[in-house]
C-alpha cells in the first residue's frame, strides 16, 4: 500500500469537541493531520460520508492488493511463498530506508515503543500476506478470493468484541450486499459454482489472514505510536516493515528448514518482486493506512471486497474475455454495500 494518495484533513475544533478524550491527544490529533488513525479521528469520522478523495485511499489499495494475488500465483512455482513474502518486504525496506532512515538512531522513539510496532509488523507484514501466498499454493484462485470476501465480516466482529464498536443496522445490510456482489463474480452469475466449492488447507490459511488483517487494521486506531514517528508516514511505515522483514526471515527459514525448496530465478521473477513490493506493499498499505483513520476500519473493510472484483477483471483482461453483464451488477452491488455502510 505513493504520490497517488493524498493527504488527510485534520479535523475542525467542533469535530473534537465531539468526542470524549482527553483535550491533549486531541491537539495532538490536530497539529498532525497526515498522520495514521487516532482513536478520537476514527470515531468521529466514522461517521462521515466518504470523500472522492477517501474513496479514491480505499479503492487504490484493493486494486493492488488484486494484482498481488494474480502475480502471487503466476510465480507460485518460482519462489516459496513465505520466502516470497520475505522478499518482497526486503525490497520494500531497502525503498523505504532512505526516506526514513532517522527512525533508526539511537534517541528515536522507536525503540521505546518497538513492541508496539513489531506487533503491527508481524501482523501486517509477517503474516498476512504469507498466509496469502500459503492459500495460493493450496487453494484455487476462486476460493481464496471467496474467503477474503468476508474480511467485513470479521471487521465487524473484531470491532465490536475488542474495541467495543457497535455494528449498526446500515452496516449490516451494506455487509450483505458488498459480500453478495463478491458472490455474484466468483460464481459466474451460476448458483451452482458455488454449490460445488470445497474448504481445502488454503481455504483455512485465507480466513486466519482476513482475522489478522482485521486486528491490523483496528489496532492503527489507537493512538500509541510517538507524534514524532506518526507524523511521518515513511517512518511509520518503515517502523513496521524493519520488524515486519524480521518476521518474515525467521518464517522464511522455517519453511526452508522443514522441507526441500528452489528458486528459479529469472526476469520474469525479478519484475514480479518489484511489483510487490512498490505497488501492493508501500502504496497499498499507505493508502489503506490514510482511509482507515479517515472513516475506521469498519467501512474501510467494505472496500476490500473490491479486491476480488479487481482480479476478475484482471483475470478476464489477461485471458481475453469480454466482461459480461453480472461484473457490472456485481460492481454495483459492492459499491452500494459501501455507500449504505457509510451512512449515518
Request: aromatic share 12%.
Amino acid at each position: 500500500m505513493q504520490g497517488a494518495c493524498s493527504e488527510i484533513a485534520g479535523a475542525s475544533q467542533a469535530e473534537v469537541s465531539q468526542i470524549k478524550y482527553a483535550s491533549s491527544l486531541a491537539a495532538a490529533s490536530l497539529r498532525h493531520p497526515t498522520a495514521f488513525a487516532t482513536v478520537q479521528t476514527v470515531r468521529f469520522r466514522m461517521n462521515q460520508k466518504i470523500s472522492p478523495s477517501t474513496a479514491l485511499l480505499l479503492t487504490l489499495a484493493p486494486l493492488m492488493w488484486a494484482g498481488n494475488a494474480i502475480v502471487g500465483r503466476a510465480v507460485h512455482a518460482l519462489v516459496p511463498p513465505i520466502t516470497l513474502n520475505f522478499f518482497r518486504w526486503a525490497i520494500a525496506m531497502l525503498i523505504l530506508l532512505p526516506l526514513a532512515s532517522w527512525i533508526f538512531r539511537r534517541h528515536s522513539p522507536l525503540w521505546a515503543n518497538w513492541r508496539r510496532f513489531a506487533l503491527l509488523g508481524l501482523l501486517g507484514v509477517g503474516l498476512y500476506n504469507a498466509l496469502q501466498y500459503l492459500a495460493l499454493q493450496t487453494s484455487s484462485p476462486i476460493n481464496v478470493t471467496l474467503v477474503a470476501a468476508s474480511m467485513p465480516i470479521w471487521m465487524l466482529l473484531i470491532g465490536t468484541l475488542f474495541f467495543g464498536v457497535k455494528v449498526s443496522g446500515k452496516q449490516a445490510i451494506g455487509a450483505l450486499m458488498s459480500i453478495a456482489g463478491v458472490l455474484l463474480v466468483l460464481s459466474r452469475g451460476e448458483l451452482r459454482q458455488l454449490l460445488a466449492l470445497r474448504l481445502v488447507a488454503g481455504d483455512i490459511f485465507m480466513i486466519l489472514a482476513a482475522i489478522v488483517w482485521s486486528f491490523y487494521s483496528w489496532l492503527l486506531t489507537l493512538p500509541k505510536d510517538p507524534q514524532e514517528i506518526r507524523r511521518d508516514w515513511a517512518g511509520f511505515m518503515l517502523a513496521q516493515v524493519a520488524f515486519g522483514v524480521v518476521w518474515s526471515g525467521v518464517f522464511a527459514a522455517g519453511e526452508w528448514a522443514v522441507g526441500e525448496h528452489h528458486i528459479d530465478w529469472s526476469w520474469p521473477l525479478a519484475a514480479a518482486l518489484l511489483f510487490v513490493a512498490i505497488g501492493p506493499a508501500i502504496i497499498a498499505l499507505r493508502c489503506w493506512g490514510l482511509g482507515v483513520q479517515r472513516v475506521g476500519p469498519t467501512i474501510a473493510g467494505f472496500f476490500s471486497n473490491l479486491t476480488p472484483l479487481f482480479a476478475a477483471l484482471m483475470s478476464s483482461a489477461f485471458l481475453g474475455e469480454v466482461p459480461h453483464l453480472y461484473h457490472g451488477i456485481a460492481f454495483a452491488l459492492i459499491v452500494g454495500g459501501i455507500v449504505v455502510s457509510s451512512r449515518r
